[in-house]
């Protein structure tokens, strides 16, 4: 067991998209980082992300985590305390979904909610409750510790890939306000809601030709004309750690505008 002398940042699903491009963000920073990976299917991409992390310089840690399952949750947060003794940043970003059109109501039954929710929405929760002891040893008197909520535009406006999805997030909005208050004044927490990431959930769910017109639709949606980077959303978790001791509770939509059109 050794003690971490740098900040330690804790995230799920970090073998791709935001996860991964959150790993590389914190490593850049000199921080050590726990790169989440889901299973097999997603180790090469988490070997991958840790090669660049240590490349800048990190101290580095893969953990196996199936969010969804509470045992994991635990495994994992010994890991790291075994590792490192402290975790300062705990970034929630597994997330998994399914498009479902909204208007294909009896297409989506209990066991796709159940499914969708088991790791969007409880396995947050696990894994926060996981963390939280360390998360609240770690902090000081002159500096809190975080967790940060990846949810998605899904959850404010009910769009997004299912119905199942966006009610998922958007009890990750209400769950963030809970635990932000429950935590306290020792950790904070705050929630990113993208609108539409390339490189994100949606290319591991449709073929290329359906993720292409997505992509084309969200940008003549938006009034910036744009969709978001994973680094976009990174560098906007970093600030919420790194920059904004007085944050806490907030859910931060990063959507080109989306919200402004009502689409």
Known sequence: MTHSTSPVCMITGAATGIGAATALRFARAGWSVAIGNFDASTQESALAVETQCR????????????????????????????????????????GTTRVIPHHALDALDAAEFERVYRVNTIGLFQMTCAAAPLLRETATRERSTSVINV?????????????????????????????????????????????????????????????????????????????????????????????APALTGQVIAAENGLLLTGV
């Not at 800048?56 to 490192?84: E, K, M, N, P």
């Not at 998605?152 to 306000?177: H, Q």
């Not at 904070?188 to 017109?213: C, F, H, K």
């Open 151 to 243: 949810s998605s535009l899904a959850g404010l406006n009910g769009t997004g890939s299912s119905i199942a999805y966006a009610a998922s997030k958007g009890a990750v909005n209400t769950m963030t306000l809970s635990l932000a208050r429950t935590l306290a004044p020792h950790v904070r927490v705050n929630a990113i809601a993208p609108g539409m990431v390339d490189d994100g959930l949606l290319r591991r769910s449709l073929d290329t030709e359906a993720y292409d017109a997505v992509l084309d639709r969200m940008r003549a949606n938006a009034p910036l004309k744009r969709v978001s980077q994973p680094a976009e959303m990174a560098e906007l978790a970093w600030f919420l750690v790194a920059h």
């Open 55 to 94: 490349a800048s310089g990190a101290d580095t840690l893969i953990f196996d985590a199936d969010v969804s399952r509470d045992a994991d949750c635990q495994r994992a947060v010994d890991s790291v305390a075994t590792r490192w003794r402290r975790i300062d940043a705990l970034v929630n970003c597994a």
